[in-house]
């Protein structure tokens, strides 16, 4: 006769960094910028987030098309007061102060005890897995991001694991193949958009299709829906964590934890755990937010039941963002390029090397080629604008 496991539960947090207004308040007081979350987070068997900085300045700030910033050493105490044990370092931040910012960070993780998984010395460190153990079921974790700003790792030098998306699906399998379950931690996407790019949902589908029991995507600093692949869950954007963004933005003061519980070999439940982020830290949603959150969760969920659906989610975008968008961001690469020509020139690199923006411009030219960059569900394109408008 078998013997009965008990289930076991994992949170996972999207962004964290200790940045902004909340890198003092975090090394003042580890614990306090997690608010009412705290208990949920202690009460789980393990829980995962992804480190969306470094925690030590390395030499300096690399040269970047974007944002780059860094917590210090101090601030693993935070992520240790919030018990996270282990951090998914695939993402756009990771290598903001260079390859010495990266190491150092890796070596503070491990001597808190914290696992860390998505990137390495090598393409092939930054492809394993971390395995976790618990009652008896073995968890491959594998950790992917779209590798900005020529981050990814290569054969023989240091990055996160690329956008390789048929490489992680023989992974997948060979994992599913040795009995694992599998999670899948995605950073990737257009930021602050309700809804998926289309090459994030057809990726989410063939990692689905090859054995993942559930898909984690994070990068757009708003939450965004989910969706069914035969069985498979998958969650396109938590939002932000611990994360703090100077704007007035409604949404990137919204997210969600993702709470995961596997029983008897399986994914048996998921669910999210919505919250508001403010200037003094987190708290969860209650009362009427919560049902808010629901009906805005299913909203954004509805578009992608199948990819017919999805992709004309990704048009309303392109069509919220129309000929003018495109002019503006082009005229403000030119402007950099005169004015600052490294940031200018890492700016105009990313859009044409970086899946997020590649495909954003590659679709939006091709449908003001044809005429058709305005042709979009009109709802859907609402939802779009009320991301990008709304304020608390």
Same mark, same amino acid.
């Given at each position: ?14 962004? =964290? ?20 979350? %705290? ?15 470094? %925690? ?12 780059? =910033? ?309 709802? %859907? ?12």
């Amino acid at each position: 006769m078998g013997v009965d496991m008990k289930p076991f539960k994992i949170i996972f947090g999207s962004d =964290f960094a200790p940045i902004r207004k909340f890198a003092p308040l975090m090394a003042a007081k580890p614990e306090a910028v997690y608010g009412d979350l %705290l208990p949920i987070l202690r009460a789980a068997d393990h829980r995962i987030v992804n480190l969306e900085s470094p %925690l030590d300045p390395g030499t300096g700030f690399i040269v970047k098309s974007g944002a780059a =910033f860094t917590g210090s050493p101090e601030h693993i105490a935070s992520l240790e007061a919030g018990c996270f044990d282990v951090a998914v370092m695939a993402n756009n931040h990771t290598f903001d102060c260079g390859n010495a910012g990266f190491f150092a960070t890796c070596e503070l993780l491990k001597k808190h005890g914290i696992a860390a998984v998505g990137a390495g010395k090598d393409l092939s460190e930054a492809r394993r897995p971390l395995f976790i153990e618990a009652e008896s079921v073995k968890i491959a974790l594998f950790a992917i991001s779209e590798g900005e700003d020529m981050r990814g790792a290569t054969g023989d030098a240091p990055g996160v694991r690329p956008w390789e998306v048929e490489a992680l699906a023989e992974d997948i399998r060979r994992a599913k193949e040795a009995g694992a379950v599998v999670i899948v931690s995605a950073h990737c996407g257009l930021e602050y958009q309700p809804y998926p790019s289309f090459y994030v949902y057809e990726a989410f589908r063939t990692w689905a299709q090859t054995g993942a029991d559930i898909i984690v995507g994070h990068h757009p600093h708003v939450p965004q829906g989910m969706a069914n692949f035969g069985g498979t869950p998958a969650y396109f954007s938590l939002g932000n964590f611990v994360f703090y963004q100077p704007v007035k933005n409604f949404y990137r003061k919204l997210g969600y934890m993702l709470e995961i519980t596997v029983a008897e070999g399986r994914i048996a439940a998921h669910r999210p755990i919505p919250y508001r982020i403010g200037a003094d830290g987190l708290r969860l949603l209650a009362g009427n937010e919560v049902e808010e959150f629901g009906k805005l969760f299913d909203r954004l969920s509805a578009p992608l039941v199948d990819a017919d659906r999805a992709r004309e989610a990704w048009h309303a975008v392109l069509a919220c963002n129309g000929i003018a968008g495109f002019r503006a961001e082009l005229e403000n690469i030119l402007d950099k390029l005169r004015t600052d020509p490294p940031h200018g020139a890492a700016m105009l690199r990313n859009r044409v090397r970086c899946m997020q923006h590649l495909t954003q411009w590659s679709d939006g030219m091709t449908r003001i080629a044809d005429g058709t960059i305005e042709n979009a569900p009109a709802e %859907l394109v609402a939802t779009v604008r009320d991301f990008l408008t709304r304020e608390v």
